[in-house]
């Protein structure tokens, strides 16, 4: 989201993206525009699990930082309904990055799960949008 930053003494109202928007004098910052997020991260405890818009359909990456070797496995969830699971679970070992491209063609909102087979963890990204 792109914000601009505004020093004001008076209520103002501003255009933005087409919509009339009261400018916040006590924040001091107003969206200009609401753009859906393009990649999502988030920390599992022992590595960092991301998904990215890829130019075949969403790619899904799993950095190992710490820990015992697991065995893992990708989803992706979209918001359409469907999901969509990669080639199989595949065992992740510290100091290396897991991918998997799902091409599938444009689905919309969707987000990522990591699934560890060895104690049920599970861990989600937020939603990106293709």
């Given at each position: 989201m792109e914000l601009i930053e505004l020093?004001?003494?008076?209520?103002?109202?501003?255009?933005?993206?087409?919509?009339?928007?009261?400018?916040g004098i006590i924040l001091g910052v107003v969206p200009l525009s609401a753009s859906a997020a393009t990649s999502s991260c988030t920390n599992t405890g022992n590595g960092t699990l991301c998904v990215n818009i890829d130019s075949r359909g969403y790619r899904a990456q799993y950095y190992k930082s710490s820990g015992n070797p697991v065995t893992a496995d990708f989803t992706?969830?979209?918001?359409?309904g469907t999901w969509?699971?990669?080639?199989g679970a595949f065992?992740?070992?510290r100091g290396n990055t897991y991918s998997y491209v799902f091409?599938?063609?444009?689905?919309g909102s969707c987000y990522?799960?990591?699934?560890?087979?060895?104690?049920?963890?599970?861990?989600?990204?937020?939603?990106?949008?293709?």
């Open positions: 020093k004001l003494s008076r209520n103002i109202v501003a255009l933005a993206s087409g919509a009339a928007v009261t400018i992706l969830y979209c918001n359409n969509h699971g990669d080639d065992t992740a070992t091409r599938v063609a444009y689905q990522l799960k990591l699934y560890d087979r060895g104690n049920g963890g599970e861990w989600a990204t937020g939603s990106i949008q293709r």
